[in-house]
Nanobody, 121 residues
Framework: QVQLVESGGGLVQAGGSLRLSCAASGRTFSTYAMAWFRQAPGKEREFVAVILWSGISTYYSDSVKGRFTISRDNAMNTAYLQMSSLKPEDTGVYYC??????????????WGQGTQVTVSS
């Protein structure tokens, strides 16, 4: 079992930055791929980024590529999402997830409760 708790969300102006954290409990954290998804009001949950268990491979959605960076610290059981050059369309609830490596929500077995990110124009 893995429990995930996100933090670091908040209100930021367009062009600003935020760093989200996802703290995991459980001794098997380092065996899972970690991903970030987001969900805007009235929209479906969408893939943002994923990092392999080793940290070697990462993938991003086209909408955040070049602006967001996903990373992880297996010794600290924590994954991160550094978000820069934020846009109003980045607004939403951000969820971290642990599981298989992929871009679809069905690949992930464990989810956090989400953290709100609001980008004002």
């Amino acid at each position: 079992q893995v429990q995930l708790v996100e933090s670091g969300g908040g209100l930021v102006q367009a062009g600003g930055s935020l760093r989200l954290s996802c703290a995991a409990s459980g001794r098997t954290f380092s065996t899972y791929a970690m991903a970030w998804f987001r969900q805007a009001p009235g929209k479906e949950r969408e893939f943002v980024a994923v990092i392999l268990w080793s940290g070697i491979s990462t993938y991003y959605s086209d909408s955040v590529k070049g602006r967001f960076t996903i990373s992880r610290d297996n010794a600290m059981n924590t994954a991160y999402l550094q978000m820069s050059s934020l846009k109003p369309e980045d607004t939403g609830v951000y969820y971290c997830a642990a599981g298989g490596f992929g871009r679809t929500a069905q690949r992930y077995d464990y989810w956090g409760q989400g953290t709100q990110v609001t980008v004002s124009s």
